[in-house]
């Protein structure tokens, strides 16, 4: 509850060392396929940074990428501090951004101080019943929630695929598979002129209300309990399956809005390609980040800056994009093995 | 430095093992001779598992010098310490419980060769299993045997693997006193044979009746080495304390909190429970429990005492028959409403059962109180703070630091934290599962006069254990439990370890008073 300097420095510190070695390595495998390819590392990087940090439209990218990183990395990060292992925001996020479209297909008379917050209500109902079948089959203890969240991803995509071949399918783009657009009260409102939307607003509300549940109240200590030691916790009756529950409701919500707000703000209908695999980034985020808010606005600014330079370098250098999804895979699989590693040597 | 100038077994000089700031070893000089039972006496913390640890190779030392047979040896490796002849008998056991007899043995020997030599092997059990008395179906799963016989394939697989110096950690912790007894006979013959024997302990009453010498260990140093015949009980003890007088708590007996007595508290009513994997299930079991009594349940442990507790808590439901707290039907309430009935639940291995390691003291305190300190969604840390000195000071335990982490605290504080915790809301049935288990003579002693004094103010108390001496000395009735049935209940003047030991192992009333 009350951390000491010394625990928060070393929080800091280890935090620190993971912002610093996910960015060497990410600086590295690029500058090794830039030399490869004959192209100068240094300048490409220069470039890039440039593009970035120089103007406002490339930092307003950035944030429009780290909307749902840090979305999904919270939809991973609740679970984690029960124990529960949530790979599965990739198709929560579909699922949210599924019955979000339902509504503002269903309902375009509604003015938009009502239907927005209806399709925010169902982008997390939508993600939160996906996570929650997830959640019911770990509570009864029939499938491990790592398997199953991980096969609902391949799940979703091909639930929006039949609807936007088929029922929903667009009148006016029909060689095209995707919804019709929303009407205007259906979309979410952006700001300063640029794609930065009012989902900012719902991840950073979220880390701070998964901040203050997991330090302040009585929910985050029996959570922190049950992830703790569930034995004890269960022999101390905090009830372990209404948690599992709730939590797995709530995460999968929580990737449901980063779906929605998807659809609204950036696509105004559903398409096909709605994440490239944001679901999956943000695990990663969360890991890095050991579930720490302050830690997943770090690496998710650094996720997001990677991929933006891929995009960049794609553009610029004539490098696939395909690089940014091996390194962050190489990325993934490190942090996994220097855990086992830890575990087995304890 | 033997006095008869024979070169020892094992020697171990200026042995230094810290982890972090922690010594937790400091030893000048240790040494174990063949033919000898060498009692490794101390109370918890004071750095006899390291000790043993070290010499198995299970920890390197940060200094030190090892010595087997006089010749200088670095046990880097459990695999080392069995190539020199050392070998040891873990508190868990390590067989591998869907393999037979023969394959746990087997599969322990050094080089086995890839056709195992199945007949040979099998004499040698044999042979050695006469002699020693460690007689065991080869062909039984280890899984299925019982704890005593699983103990006998551990010291015979160690014996075939060619040990001539073995360690046994808290051997007699698991077993029926008989067991006990065989356990004793087996080492005397192997200490006829020549082998070297470690056995550690905190058990007074073992270390006299079995050890040739004995070692007290305290704060990670050999503090004495007493041949046992000048040992006396007193030297010991005070060797195992130090100049720290043997302190029990305060009374705690106050007239005012007296609570009536003889109200029903608890009452099972022919209850069966068919258990999960690996548990035992509970048979028909009927029992009552009064406000100020004790009832102990003796056995031999995976005869379904745990499961007994648990059913109780509410952790398990019954199949069948009916569970009453006062009178009420319980047997469906979460373990949260039994708790909040005012049961409270005494485990052992409180870093297990009762505790979370990663949280503070404080929070672990507050943990299991349901709704009572809650403020708004979260928690009235200043109500919590000020019961719980209230409850630290009644019972005489000294006030723990809040902001440390559970894991960072020793098997006895992390015990205090828990009974704290669970008599500060003046419960009115304490479930005791194996209270003392793993707790030093100190903390026995404390933890029994606690049990006995809330009994006294009217709790009713359940008080599960294998230690008889434990159970004679706390408990107002006695009943025995036998694979997941009661099998017998005894009054105080039958509290008699001939009496109750054989029903621990499944032998009826009328058999053993013949």
Redesign the interface.
């Known amino acids: 509850m009350r951390l000491d300097g010394a625990t928060l420095w070393a929080c800091a510190s280890a935090r620190a060392k993971g912002f610093a070695f996910v960015t060497a390595a990410a600086l590295g495998v690029f500058a090794t396929l830039l030399v490869a390819a004959g192209k100068d590392p240094l300048e490409a990087y220069i470039d890039t940074l440039t593009y970035v940090f120089g103007n406002a439209y490339g930092f307003s990218e950035l944030l429009v990428r780290m909307i749902p990183l840090m979305l999904t990395a919270v939809a991973a990060a609740l679970p984690a501090r029960i124990g529960l292992i949530n790979v599965g925001a990739e198709g929560q996020l579909y699922m949210g951004a599924w019955l979000a479209t339902a509504g503002a297909l269903a309902l375009p008379d509604l003015p938009a101080f009502v239907l927005l917050p209806l399709l925010t209500l169902l982008g997390f109902v939508g993600g939160g019943l996906w996570a929650l079948v997830a959640g019911v089959l770990r509570a009864l203890r029939l499938v491990n929630e790592t398997i199953s969240t991980l096969l609902l991803n391949y799940i979703a995509p091909l639930i929006v695929s039949y609807f936007i071949f088929g029922p929903w399918r667009s009148p006016e783009t029909a060689s095209y598979p995707q919804s019709p657009a929303f009407v205007e009260a259906a979309r979410l409102p952006t700001f300063f002129h640029s794609r930065v939307h009012f989902g900012l607003v719902y991840a950073l509300a979220s880390l701070v209300l998964y901040w203050l549940v997991m330090t302040r109240t009585r929910i985050g200590l029996d959570m922190r309990a049950i992830g703790g030691n569930p034995e004890a916790a269960q022999r101390l009756g905090i009830p372990i399956i209404r948690y599992i529950l709730t939590v797995m409701f709530i995460a999968g919500g929580v990737a449901g809005l980063a779906g929605m707000a998807e659809v609204t703000a950036i696509q105004g209908r559903l398409v096909s390609e709605l994440s490239p695999g944001y679901g999956f980034i943000g695990f990663l985020v969360s890991w890095l980040a050991g579930s720490s808010a302050a830690g997943i606005v770090t690496m998710s600014f650094l996720f997001a800056l990677i991929s933006s330079v891929g995009d960049i370098l794609q553009i610029t250098q004539g490098v696939p994009y395909a690089v940014v999804n091996i390194l962050m895979a190489v990325i993934l699989f490190i942090v996994l093995g220097r855990h086992s590693v830890g575990s087995v040597a304890r | 430095m033997t006095a008869e100038g024979e070169t020892p077994l094992l020697e171990a000089k200026g042995i230094v093992k810290r982890f972090g700031a922690l010594v937790a070893n400091e030893i000048s000089d240790f040494s174990v001779r063949g033919g000898e039972v060498l009692a490794l006496l101390g109370e918890n913390g004071a750095g006899k598992s390291t000790l043993a640890k070290i010499l198995y190779g299970y920890y390197t030392p940060d200094a030190g010098e090892i010595f087997v047979n006089g010749r200088q040896v670095e046990i880097a490796s459990p695999r080392d310490a069995r190539a020199l002849g050392i070998g040891m008998v873990f508190q868990n056991f390590t067989l591998i419980p869907a393999l037979s007899v023969f394959d746990n043995v087997a599969l322990f020997q050094k080089n086995l060769p890839a056709v195992v030599p199945r007949a040979e092997i099998l004499e040698r059990m044999r042979r050695y299993a006469g002699r020693f008395r460690l007689a065991v179906d080869p062909w039984m799963q280890a899984g299925q045997l019982a704890v005593g016989d699983q103990q006998k394939v551990e010291i015979l697989k160690q014996l075939l693997a060619g040990a001539r110096m073995l360690i046994l950690d808290e051997p007699t912790k698991v077993l029926a006193p008989q067991e006990s007894e065989g356990l004793f006979e087996t080492l005397a013959e192997l200490r006829a044979e020549g082998l070297g024997i470690v056995l550690i302990t905190h058990k007074l009453r073992e270390v006299l009746a079995c050890a040739d010498r004995i070692a007290v260990m305290r704060h990670g140093r050999v503090v004495g080495v007493v041949d046992r015949r000048e040992a006396k009980e007193e030297d010991l003890l005070a060797l195992m304390f130090g100049d720290k007088p043997m302190q029990l708590p305060p009374p705690l007996l106050d007239p005012a909190g007296r609570h009536d007595r003889g109200i029903r508290a608890l009452e099972l009513v022919d209850v069966s429970s068919s258990g999960g994997a690996g548990q035992t299930p509970l048979r028909n079991i009927s029992m009552k429990l009064q406000s100020g009594e004790i009832v102990g349940i003796a056995g031999v442990s995976g005869n379904g005492q745990r499961e007994f507790g648990d059913l109780i808590?509410?952790?398990q439901r019954p199949d069948a028959g009916i569970k009453l707290l006062w009178g009420e039907d319980a047997s469906r309430w979460?373990?949260?409403?039994?708790?909040?009935k005012g049961v409270a639940?005494v485990?052992d291995d409180p870093l297990?059962?009762?505790?979370?390691?990663?949280?503070?003291v404080?929070?672990n305190l507050?943990?299991?109180s349901?709704e009572r300190y809650?403020a708004g969604?979260?928690?009235d840390?200043r109500r919590l703070d000020a019961d719980m000195n209230r409850s630290f000071a009644r019972l005489g335990f000294p006030r723990p630091n809040l902001?440390a982490r559970a894991a960072t605290l020793s098997g006895g504080n992390l015990q205090r934290i828990v009974l704290a915790r669970e008599l500060a809301q003046q419960p009115r049935l304490i479930v005791a599962l194996y209270p003392t288990r793993g707790l030093d003579a100190r903390s026995t002693m404390m933890v029994r006069a606690l049990l006995r004094d809330m009994r006294d103010r009217g709790a009713a108390v359940l008080l599960i254990s294998e230690d008889l001496d434990e159970l004679f000395e706390v408990s107002d009735r006695l009943l025995v439990l036998f694979h997941g049935a009661i099998a017998a209940e005894f009054t105080p003047e039958d509290f008699r370890a001939d009496l109750v030991g054989p029903l621990m192992v499944g032998a009826t009333e009328q058999s053993d008073a013949a």
């Open positions: 808590l509410g952790l979460s373990v949260a409403a039994v708790r909040d639940s485990p297990a059962l009762a505790c979370v390691p990663g949280l503070t404080r929070e507050v943990l299991g349901g809650s969604l979260g928690v840390w902001e």
